[in-house]
Structure formats: structure tokens, C-alpha cells
């Protein structure tokens, strides 16, 4: 027997605006709201598919410090380069934690300040 990760929770003071951003970065979808989280998820599978949905769950207090966890991002589609460009415009910031700029991932931060890295491979999309 194992288990499998389903859903990610993560605190943050405006599910709406992560969502959108996270829903652009993932190609996901806005999957429900349960009172003040929004579950988005894969398109097709939703809920238990072979993806783990992303519940952005309202949290009014400041967050303290570095989250202890960050996500890793692979491009489906198209090189680490414009997968970054495209990440930046959908409302990505560069971010520094120390880098020494020899790295072959960059990190990036969403729109309320959640580390996230891109790493350099291509990797192909998962199917529903």
C-alpha cells in the first residue's frame, strides 16, 4: 500500500488572484470554492486524476519567514527560456535566494511572494 499526494494547500490572502496565476502557469482550471478556498486542478481529471489539484486556501495573517516547501516547474512545450518569458508575463517576478547565477533553474516568486523554481528539462505533459 502507499499513498498519493492529491491536493497542495496553500495559505495565501487572495485565492482569486493565486489561482489565476497558478491556473495560467499550470494550464489548470478553476475546480470550485469551498467557503473561502478555491480548488483549481487539471482540466480533464479534476479531483484524483493523476495530477494533484492546488487548494488556495484564504489566510488573513502575514505569512512569517520562507515557506518550508516550494514547487519545481518543467516546460511542456517549449525551451527554459521562453517558458520564462511567458512565466514573467503572467505575472512571475524573479527572485533571490542566494544564487550564485551559475544555476541551470531560475527562481521565480507568484504575485503574493511563494518561491517557485523553473527548471531547465522539458518534460512531457501528463495525460488525463
Request: charged residues 30%; hydrophobic residues 35%; negative net charge.
Amino acid at each position: 500500500m502507499a499513498c498519493r499526494i492529491t491536493e497542495l494547500v496553500l495559505d495565501c490572502a487572495d485565492p482569486q488572484r493565486l489561482g489565476d496565476f497558478w491556473c495560467e502557469v499550470l494550464g489548470y482550471v478553476e475546480l470550485g470554492w469551498d467557503g473561502d478556498d478555491l480548488e483549481i486542478g487539471p482540466p480533464e481529471a479534476g479531483f484524483g486524476g493523476p495530477l494533484p489539484t492546488l487548494i488556495l486556501s484564504l489566510n488573513r495573517e502575514p505569512r512569517r519567514g520562507k515557506l518550508p516547501l516550494h514547487l519545481d516547474v518543467n516546460a511542456t512545450d517549449q525551451d527554459q527560456d521562453a517558458e520564462l518569458d511567458r512565466l514573467l508575463a503572467a505575472g512571475a517576478r524573479k527572485a533571490d535566494v542566494g544564487q550564485t547565477g551559475e544555476e541551470s533553474w531560475h527562481v521565480l516568486a507568484d504575485p503574493e511572494g511563494n518561491e517557485f523554481c523553473l527548471l531547465r528539462s522539458r518534460v512531457e505533459p501528463v495525460k488525463s
